[in-house]
């Protein structure tokens, strides 16, 4: 299973978040830093990508 590294942007404290298992086509996952919905696409650029849903 893919794993995506990415950081969190929505806090001050930075350092690496890795999603291990993510299902190869993306997935939704909260974001371990923020709370927030994230979705995760392994497919996407170099390595994958974690975009935050906004919630509103
Ligand atoms: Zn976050």
New binding site residues.
């Given amino acids: 299973m893919p794993v995506v590294k990415a950081e969190?942007g929505?806090?001050d404290r930075g350092g690496e978040i890795t999603y291990t298992g993510v299902d190869p086509d993306g997935e939704l996952r909260n974001?371990p830093?923020?709370g927030?919905e994230?979705a995760v696409d392994p497919q996407a650029g170099d390595g994958g990508k974690v975009i935050?849903v906004e919630a509103e």
């Fill in positions: 969190c929505r806090r974001c830093d923020c927030c994230v935050h």
